[in-house]
Nanobody
Framework: QVQLVESGGGLVQAGGSLRLSCAAS????????MGWYRQAPGKQRDLVAT???????SYADSVKGRFTISKDKAKNTVYLQMNSLKPEDTAVYYC?????????WGQGTQVTVSS
């Protein structure tokens, strides 16, 4: 079993910053991909950023240049630094990891950006 614990969400004014964290624990041999997705009310869950085990990153066009994904391999933790936040970034943010044979989701953390 794998557990993901997210933290760092909250309310921030437009132009502000937040840093999300997601710590993975449990039984897994390796993590292939760690990433963040978000889901706004009434919309589908969309990819925000991912990082492979080798360090390759991928970002949604809407967050390029503003968000940065990073990880601490020793702690099995992935981070999402979010700068220059906009009201349209408001959503529940979900951590996701892919391990050999399966994938797991965090419980989600709310990010609200006020204008």
């Amino acid at each position: 079993q794998v557990q993901l614990v997210e933290s760092g969400g909250g309310l921030v004014q437009a132009g502000g910053s937040l840093r999300l964290s997601c710590a993975a624990s449990g039984s897994f041999f390796a993590i292939n991909v760690m990433g963040w997705y978000r889901q706004a009310p009434g919309k589908q869950r969309d990819l925000v950023a991912t990082m492979s085990s080798g360090g390759s990153t991928s970002y949604a066009d809407s967050v390029k240049g503003r968000f940065t994904i990073s990880k601490d391999k020793a702690k099995n933790t992935v981070y999402l630094q979010m700068n220059s936040l906009k009201p349209e970034d408001t959503a529940v943010y979900y951590c996701n990891i892919v391990v050999p044979g399966s994938g797991y989701w965090g419980q989600g953390t709310q990010v609200t950006v006020s204008s």
